[in-house]
Nanobody
């Protein structure tokens, strides 16, 4: 299993970044996918998730309307488009993969595979 997350970096408040997570070594289509983040000194928190067929897309309240999750099963890649960034979005962002019986979950321990994380820093 290989998961390569990228797209993080430095952005100004109000700016945009697009994260991607490319997967290999397992059947991408079988998995639902989540994005989590962990800010310095804080616990990891769920950000968004997308089902295998993209029919379910969910967001935590603080990012709804600003972030968009999507996936391209042909490329085995999941994306997180982040607009209107705020300093409180600063964190390491992780992609994570989950299978049945869960279609989605906010609980990190239910996810089978994790990317290595990509750092997003938003300056005010």
């Amino acid at each position: 299993v290989q998961l390569q997350a990228c797209g993080g970096g430095l952005a100004q408040a109000g700016g945009s970044l697009r994260l991607s997570c490319a997967a290999s070594g397992f059947t991408f289509d079988d998995y639902h996918i989540g994005w989590f983040r962990q800010a310095p000194g804080k616990e990891r928190e769920w950000v968004s998730c997308i089902s295998d067929s993209s029919d379910i897309r969910l967001y935590r309240y603080s990012v709804e309307g600003r972030f968009t999750i999507s996936r391209d099963n042909a490329k085995s890649t999941v994306y997180l488009e982040m607009n209107g960034l705020k300093p409180e979005d600063t964190a390491v962002y992780y992609c994570a993969f989950i299978k049945a019986p869960w279609r989605w979950s906010k609980i990190a321990s239910r996810y089978d595979h994790w990317g290595q994380g990509t750092l997003v820093t938003v300056s005010s």
